[in-house]
């Protein structure tokens, strides 16, 4: 058994890896700012109410587990104002050094720390096949990303294991993007973005939760880790694979790349532009998706929904 510590576990993509760890017979604590909003935990997960941006009696639980695993940090699907950029950089980092800090308590021990990070640290490179070994882009979320796994990696020093995990988007039931991207396909007003050549990495809610388990069992595999689909996609067969699925005709024109950033701002470049990332670590390692195409994935999430 594993003890197994979360931080902004109580989304979705917490509540997939938390049953995913109690099935294996691991202990799990989540960390949540309010109980009230953790009903949908499974019981026998264990709740500590408390801000992973503020320190506080939280830090005291976290050093007795031998996992950590850091998802906090605000949502970028919003547009991206002064404030809001403020407050993406401050839920990551600010956290991530608050879980370090917690940490020193484990000097000695057998820590595995496996903090979020994103494919956005990559920045935008058009159809350039990008994998762990390639340099950080220059962009906001790239500089946050990099930032953000730079706070992380000071946990090495006080001998603890760091994997950064580069999440492509999330694919999954409970919520997350899957739910925005397929809304208007229900509705009839499915569209592809600007050209729709612009790439999509991406990872089912399953493999992303396989994955974590696999690299807690390996035991000693350390730094950047790609947790994406080893098929990416642009947005025009993104587009096409959602349609089929959900058996709904493409009728409506592409949605101008201008619209889309007069609506969302910035953000928008994050629609319009992507990345085209492959996990070349896992691969190398032997690690078997059991979605590794988009059709599969889609059918897997949307055909009984």
Known sequence: MVKVFITGGTGFVGSTLSKDFLKQGHDVTVLTRSLANASRMPESVTLVEGDPCKKGAWQEKLPHHDVIINLAGSSIFTRWTKKAKERLRESRLRTTKNIVEALTQRQGEDTLLLST??????????????????????????????DWEKEAFRAQ?????????????????????????????????????????????????????????????????????????????????????????????????????????????????????????????????????????????????????
């Open 117 to 146: 990070s994103a494919v956005g640290y990559y920045g935008f490179r058009g159809g350039e096949e990008l994998d762990e070994n390639n340099p950080p882009g220059n962009d906001f979320l790239a500089t946050l990303a990099r």
């Open 157 to 305: 020093e006080l001998g603890v294991r760091v994997v950064t995990c580069r999440f492509g988007i999330v694919l999954g039931k409970g919520g997350g993007a899957l739910g925005r991207m397929a809304k208007p396909f229900r509705m009839g007003l499915g569209a592809r973005l600007g050209s729709g050549r612009q790439w999509f990495s991406w990872i089912h809610e399953q493999d992303l939760a396989s994955i974590y388990s696999f690299l807690m069992a390996q035991g000693n595999i350390s730094g950047a880790i790609n947790f994406t689909s080893p098929q990416p996609v642009t947005n025009a067969r993104l587009t096409k694979a959602l349609a089929e699925v959900l058996k709904r005709p493409l009728l409506m024109p592409p949605v101008p790349s201008f619209i889309l950033r007069l609506v969302v701002g910035e953000f928008g470049s994050v629609l319009l532009k992507g990345q085209r990332v492959l996990p070349r670590r896992l691969m190398t390692l032997g690690f078997r998706y059991q979605f590794p195409t988009i059709k599969e994935a889609l059918w897997d999430l949307l055909s009984k929904a």
